[in-house]
């Protein structure tokens, strides 16, 4: 399958001009795609999402994204970010953990969340605990995700944004 992200599209026509490049970054060949992911349990309203995607190798995804809520956003469960490909269920993937980012707290702080494997469609985006100690711990069971209220309650001008990295499969 070819995805060129939402910056290309690709017609329903046969292809003339093929040129083959050996190059890890041929000339004047894009590097990152932006595509639109679904994020689960989120309404995004007038919010601003933005996401971009680049393949290293052949086999590894790299997605960088974030949302920030807007006027009627709002987020009803875990959130789940979709990937532009889909991934191997093995590897690298199969550990849960394939990336991190911060949930933003507008106006107030900023808070460490991770991404964890929800598929091989999706990752979801998992809050850390701060600890009596003061320490930040993250597992992956269902307490942390993030959510309306985790890790503090949502409104408009709040954002989350991650970096991920997968094996696609």
């Known amino acids: 399958t070819l995805n060129g992200g939402t910056d290309y599209t690709v017609a329903n026509a046969a292809i003339s001009a093929i040129y083959y490049s050996k190059a890890a970054t041929p000339l004047s060949f894009p590097q990152w795609f932006a595509f639109s992911p679904t994020l689960t349990n989120v309404t995004e309203g007038s919010g601003t999402k933005a996401a971009r995607f680049t393949i290293l190798g052949g086999k590894t995804l790299i997605t960088k994204g974030s949302f ?50 929800a598929g091989t469609t999706t990752f979801q985006l998992v809050a850390h605990n701060k600890s ?38």
């Not at 093995?90 to 849960?96: A, D, F, K, L, R």
């Not at 069971?141 to 503090?152: A, E, K, L, N």
């Open 132 to 169: 009596a100690g003061g320490n930040y711990t993250v597992t992956n069971g269902g307490s942390d995700r993030v959510t309306t209220t985790i890790p503090f309650t949502f409104g408009s001008g709040d954002s989350f944004g991650w970096t991920s990295i997968a094996e696609i499969a």
């Open 68 to 117: 920030t809520l807007g006027a009627g956003s709002s987020i009803g469960g875990v959130v789940a970010v979709s990937y532009p490909v889909t991934i191997s269920g093995t590897g690298i993937n199969s550990e849960g953990h394939v990336g991190y980012g911060t949930a933003t707290d507008s106006g107030n702080a900023v808070y460490p969340i991770n991404c964890y494997n």
